[in-house]
């Protein structure tokens, strides 16, 4: 059983990623966490309580997280939608507006759960230690809605899922949380996709991150592990005939000339899902046209950062980005 939720008395939601029984069923064994505790193993009957047993993260103890909920919205067609909001440590909606960073998460086919939101990766509690509101998304594409809000984004990535995105962004504006002059946007893989497409279609971000991100779907059909897959996303491929194809029009290096937001591009050099020369492509492509961005590459690494020391210059390199850009 994975992905489960439940409400647990006055507890925040607890998140249930795995659970299992003795042949009897008398005992249980869970995998559980919450909005701000991370996943530890629990043991007692299975009417209860369970009993913590583990604590894979002492140096958590005692840290402050930022308040952390639940969103649904409507899309602009009216298609139900749902995400999370992190707010600051230590403040209230009503203490708005912060700096908003919208987090894009990857897949496309993935999606937010409601819990602990602190990873190796910029993450949105260990941005709202240093004061930033944080929107996480579910925009069509992802899991939780069947299979027709899944697929809807096959040979559409960048149209209804983008709209979906910034629905919720302009949500959180009117609701007087997010300040309009102070947004950023990044993600990973597709999530990083998502971030530079946002950037060719409007000026509103004043800070992006791309990380791991697509740029050109024709060449990542072309050059990528999973190239069946990613011409559907595209909706072609570089072979279909003398171009313009689809998947142009869908391509964030389509729309380089339009950056005018400050990017930061980080990538593994030994990425084998979205290979580094999608991060060549945009670079070179924003050099061109003298686009603000930041570009680095990470030795040794592939689609997931593993080095201690990568992971620890991606949070801070990432966190100053967004500082230089987005404080008053």
Same mark, same amino acid.
């Given at each position: ?56 993260? %002492?140096?958590?103890? #005692? =840290? +402050?997280? /930022? ?8 899309? @602009?067609? &009216? ?100 300040? %309009?002059?102070?947004? #950023? =946007? +990044?993600? /990973? ?8 497409? @946002?950037? &060719? ?118 966190? @100053? ?8």
């Amino acid at each position: 059983m994975t992905g489960t939720s439940w409400n647990c008395g006055n507890d925040p939601t607890v998140a249930l990623d795995s659970l299992i029984s003795t042949p009897a069923g008398t005992m249980i064994a869970a995998l559980t966490g919450t909005r701000y505790e991370p996943t530890n193993v629990h043991l007692g009957p299975p009417t209860g309580p369970l009993r913590k047993v583990t604590n894979i993260r %002492p140096e958590l103890d #005692g =840290i +402050a997280f /930022g308040t952390q909920r639940p969103l649904a919205y409507r899309a @602009a067609d &009216g298609l139900a939608l749902d995400g999370l909001l992190v707010l600051p440590v230590g403040r209230s909606a009503s203490d708005g507006p912060f700096p908003l960073v919208t987090l894009v998460h990857g897949g496309p086919y993935d999606r937010y759960a409601d819990h602990l939101q602190l990873f190796w990766f910029p993450s949105a509690q260990w941005l709202a230690t240093v004061g930033y509101a944080v929107f996480l998304p579910n925009p069509r594409g992802g899991q939780g809605h069947g299979h027709e809000f899944a697929a809807s984004v096959a040979g559409r990535v960048g149209r209804e899922e983008w709209t979906d995105v910034l629905t919720g962004i302009d949500l959180l504006i009117a609701e007087g949380i997010a300040d %309009p002059d102070r947004l #950023g =946007i +990044a993600g /990973g893989s597709h999530g990083g996709f998502m971030a530079a497409w @946002a950037i &060719g279609q409007t000026d509103r971000f004043r800070a992006a991150l791309v990380s791991a991100g697509v740029t050109d779907w024709g060449m990542l059909a072309a050059t990528g592990e999973n190239g069946q897959f990613e011409a559907a996303l595209g909706g072609s491929t570089g072979w279909d005939g003398i171009g313009p194809h689809p998947h142009d029009a869908l391509s964030p290096v389509s729309f380089a000339g339009r950056v005018r937001t400050p990017v930061l591009i980080l990538h593994g050099a030994e990425d084998t899902n979205v290979p580094v020369g999608q991060a060549v492509y945009f670079h070179r492509a924003l050099r061109h046209f003298d686009a603000e961005h930041e570009f680095v590459i990470y030795p040794r690494e592939g689609h997931l950062i593993r080095e201690r020391n990568h992971q620890l210059d991606m949070l801070r390199r990432t966190r @100053a980005w967004f500082d230089r850009w987005l404080r008053p």
